[in-house]
């Protein structure tokens, strides 16, 4: 079964048109898809509380894809969060384990920025956050085109392998170095995908906010072609791993919940275990 989701639950319209709470989204998000990325882990490392919260409006066979946070990735300064890096990844696998003993982590995701090159530097350091993390599934996005360079992309993908780190399949917009190709291939027996859009100048704009460039780097609608071609490339990854977990990322201009849907369609896949879905009166 290929396990299809978004990134997050606050911001896809078109799920909760009829939804008279906004505390209830979550509930309402689960009532559509299986899996959802929770990318509030990488902005801060959420209390307790909300975890519990989490798990309990969510079925049982829901699952979380926590997104690491930003200093263990190296996106911004450890110290600006805790004292050491130490104790920012004991928070962050604190927070982790109510997810995980309630079957509900499906994996970490291991983000790294653009500027994170294949180097014997950063090979460390991922191997440095595989071992913080030892006790749960990890898998590892890159943002830097030289991991899957003609030079080093086998290397790459058998690094991976070795170290039985999940190797996230992406489909994102194509701009020299900051960007990497769709590998279509697993690392280990789970694979992940995640569908960024192909908005090349969103991507690559500078001269901006974050939340402006955020605006405008997921900006993009799949067309049914673009579709039909990344479901067939997910059907021969359903057939060498045993989960496979998609997530649609494209969510700039609310386009993410109806590709997914769509996408899902042409899969023809029907979820069961969902949250039940709200009735409508009229």
């Known amino acids: 079964m290929i396990n299809i989701g978004l990134t997050g639950w606050g911001d896809h319209d078109t799920l909760y048109e009829d939804l008279e709470r906004k505390t209830d989204k979550l509930k309402t998000y689960a009532s559509h898809f299986p899996i959802v990325e929770l990318d509030a882990s990488y902005y801060a490392i959420q209390p307790e509380r909300n975890i519990q919260k989490w798990i309990n409006e969510t079925p049982k066979r829901f699952q979380f894809v926590v997104k690491i946070h930003q200093a263990l990735t190296l996106h911004a300064d450890f110290r600006d969060f805790a004292e050491t890096r130490q104790e920012l990844f004991d928070k962050f696998k604190e927070m982790l384990k109510p997810l995980q003993e309630n079957e509900k982590l499906a994996m970490v995701l291991v983000q790294f920025p653009p500027w994170f090159d294949c180097s014997s530097q950063n090979i460390k350091y991922i191997l440095y956050v595989k071992q913080q993390?030892?006790?749960?599934?990890?898998?590892?996005?890159?943002?830097h085109?030289?991991?899957?360079?003609?030079?080093?992309?086998?290397?790459?993908?058998?690094?991976?392998?070795?170290?039985?780190?999940?190797?996230?399949?992406?489909d994102e917009p194509q701009v020299k170095d900051g960007s990497i190709p769709l590998v279509n291939r697993i690392t280990s027996d789970i694979a992940f995908v995640r569908y960024h859009g192909r908005n090349v100048h969103g991507w690559t704009k500078k001269d901006m906010t974050d939340q402006e460039w955020r605006d405008v780097r997921y900006l993009y609608n799949y067309n049914d072609q673009e579709l039909y071609d990344l479901a067939q490339k997910v059907k021969i990854l359903e057939q060498k791993a045993k989960k496979v977990y998609v997530v649609f990322n494209n969510n700039s201009g609310g386009h993410a919940a109806q590709n997914a849907k769509t996408y899902q369609d042409m899969l023809g896949i029907d979820y069961e275990g969902l949250a039940p879905q709200q009735l409508k009166l009229f």
Request: proline fraction near 3%; hydrophobic fraction near 45%; aromatic fraction near 16%.
């Open 145 to 170: 085109q030289s991991w899957f360079n003609e030079r080093f992309k086998e290397e790459t993908l058998t690094f991976l392998t070795e170290h039985q780190i999940i190797h996230a399949v992406v």
């Open 133 to 143: 993390l030892k006790d749960f599934p990890i898998c590892v996005e890159f943002r």
